[in-house]
T-cell receptor, first 117, second 112 residues
Framework: GAVVSQHPSWVICKSGTSVKIECRSLDFQATTMFWYRQFPKQSLMLMAT?????????EQGVEKDKFLINHASLTLSTLTVTSAHPEDSSFYIC?????????????FGEGSRLTVL | DAKTTQPNSMESNEEEPVHLPCNHS???????IHWYRQLPSQGPEYVIHGLTSNVNNRMASLAIAEDRKSSTLILHRATLRDAAVYYC?????????????FGRGTSLIVHP
C-alpha cells in the first residue's frame, strides 16, 4: 500500500525554538495533506489542510503564524512549530490523500512526538 | 461532515470475535465508510472501507446495514496486537472538499 513517512519521529526542544516536521508521500503524489495534533488519551484533532501550491487552510483556533505549513511539492509537506512552548508538546500526525485513492482512502505518517522543555 | 458515534471502549478475549459498532445516521448517499485503527504511539492505519456491500479483507470484515446508517467492524479472532483505538469515519469520494475528522473512537482491550 501507499506509504507516508514523517520525520523526525520524536524531538525534544527548548522553549522558544522552532521545530520543523516533514511529511513525505513515498510512492504517490499527494495533492492534499492533513495535519493533526493528538494529546494523550484524546482523538486526532485536525489542525489544517495543506494543498500543493497553495496556502494551507487552518481549522478554527489554530494559529497559522505559529504552525507554519508548506506544501511545496506533491510529495512533501512541512509543519513548523514556531517559538514552541511546553503547551505545544503533543503528537503530530500527517495524512495524505493521493490521486490513486478514488475511494478517499487516507494514508498516515508514523507521527512525530514533540516535547518542549 | 456526517458524524459518527462509537462506544468509548470494548473488551474482548484473545481468539474470540469482536464486533465494533458505528452509527452514522446522517450519512449521505456517496459517503464511503472507512475504518482506521491506531496502535499506541503510532499514526492511524487503514483497516477497511465500504460503500453498500459487506467487505472482507485480511484484517477484518465490514458489515454495513441496509439503510447504511450503521456499520460493524468485525475482527474474527482478536489477538493482543489488535488492542488499539478503532475509528469509524465517513469519506466523500476523492475530488470533493471533504475534510476527514475523527471522533473519539473505540478503545479495544484484548485480554489474554
Amino acid at each position: 500500500g501507499a506509504v507516508v513517512s514523517q520525520h523526525p519521529s520524536w524531538v525534544i526542544c527548548k522553549s522558544g525554538t522552532s521545530v520543523k516536521i516533514e511529511c513525505r508521500s513515498l510512492d504517490f503524489q499527494a495533492t492534499t495533506m492533513f495535519w493533526y495534533r493528538q494529546f494523550p488519551k484524546q482523538s486526532l484533532m485536525l489542525m489544517a489542510t495543506s494543498n500543493e501550491g497553495s496556502k494551507a487552510t487552518y481549522e478554527q483556533g489554530v494559529e497559522k503564524d505559529k504552525f507554519l505549513i508548506n506544501h511545496a511539492s506533491l510529495t512533501l509537506s512541512t509543519l513548523t512549530v514556531t517559538s514552541a512552548h511546553p503547551e505545544d508538546s503533543s503528537f503530530y500526525i500527517c495524512s495524505a490523500r493521493g490521486g490513486l485513492a478514488a475511494t478517499g482512502e487516507l494514508f498516515f505518517g508514523e507521527g512525530s512526538r514533540l516535547t518542549v522543555l | 461532515d456526517a458524524k459518527t458515534t462509537q462506544p468509548n471502549s470494548m473488551e474482548s478475549n484473545e481468539e474470540e470475535p469482536v464486533h465494533l459498532p458505528c452509527n452514522h445516521s446522517t450519512i449521505s448517499g456517496t459517503d464511503y465508510i472507512h475504518w482506521y485503527r491506531q496502535l499506541p504511539s503510532q499514526g492511524p492505519e487503514y483497516v477497511i472501507h465500504g460503500l453498500t456491500s459487506n467487505v472482507n479483507n485480511r484484517m477484518a470484515s465490514l458489515a454495513i446495514a441496509e439503510d447504511r446508517k450503521s456499520s460493524t467492524l468485525i475482527l474474527h479472532r482478536a489477538t493482543l496486537r489488535d488492542a488499539a483505538v478503532y475509528y469509524c469515519i465517513l469519506r466523500a469520494p476523492s475530488g470533493g472538499s471533504y475534510i476527514p475528522t475523527f471522533g473519539r473512537g473505540t478503545s479495544l482491550i484484548v485480554h489474554p
